[in-house]
T-cell receptor, first 116, second 107 residues
């Protein structure tokens, strides 16, 4: 149980285009999901907290107009990188909080974004 | 915010050796988890351990919440244990990661 999927697993796009990444909790409902960014050989940096049915909460320094988050259902959150630039290239990871029992988070496999 | 520090940053072991990884945090937390990130980037949940001690095979973890630290023990290490180990703490409904320990187990 407690599986989180991400799609796509990798994507290459041209500068100026937008890319959407999906995060799904497959066997549990997640009222809260998180989006992280990880640069090579670095730790995970929390970008935003995605709450079902309400606006996302962004961490300081994260541009909300650039990284659009939508949490339309209890099993799906999406991150859209708008007008992507090479500096947006990174590994993006989502997690979903399973609050049924122990308050733990489960991670998706990540999406590697390369902007040319 | 909260500070989460891990040590050592890098660790090289010979197969079969034991090791201890440490995670210090600067404030009281609701939850602490240990993860292993494999070479493909997948984060594998190892332990949910806000306090106490847990064991799972060759791995065990101890969290002393009152002293704000957690330890991850790896015994009889194997090459498949290589990767980066992260601790993450739940603090005011958000999760914060340490900088990780990169483990390289050599055959």
């Amino acid at each position: 149980g407690a599986v989180v999927s991400q799609h796509p697993s990798w994507v290459i796009c041209k500068s100026g285009t937008s890319v959407k990444i999906e995060c799904r909790s497959l066997d549990f409902q997640a009222t809260t999901m998180f989006w992280y960014r990880q640069f090579p050989k670095q730790s995970l940096m929390l970008m935003a907290t995605s709450n079902e049915g309400s606006k996302a909460t962004y961490e300081q320094g994260v541009e909300k107009d650039k990284f659009l988050i939508n949490h339309a259902s209890l099993t799906l959150s999406t991150l859209t990188v708008t007008s992507a630039h090479p500096e947006d290239s990174s590994f993006y990871i989502c997690s979903a909080r399973d609050s049924r029992g122990a308050d733990t988070q489960y991670f998706g496999p990540g999406t590697r974004l390369t902007v040319l | 915010g909260i500070q989460v520090e891990q040590s050592p940053p890098d660790l090289i072991l010979q197969e079969g050796a034991n090791s201890t990884l440490r995670c210090n945090f600067s404030d009281s937390v609701n939850n602490l988890q240990w993860f292993h990130q494999n070479p493909w980037g997948q984060l594998i949940n190892l332990f949910y351990i806000p306090s106490g001690t847990k064991q799972n095979g060759r791995l065990s973890a101890t969290t002393v919440a009152t002293e704000r630290y957690s330890l991850l023990y790896i015994s009889s290490s194997q090459t498949t244990d290589s990767g980066v180990y992260f601790c993450a703490v739940a603090y005011f409904n958000k999760f914060y990661f340490g900088s990780g320990t990169k483990l390289n187990v050599k055959p």
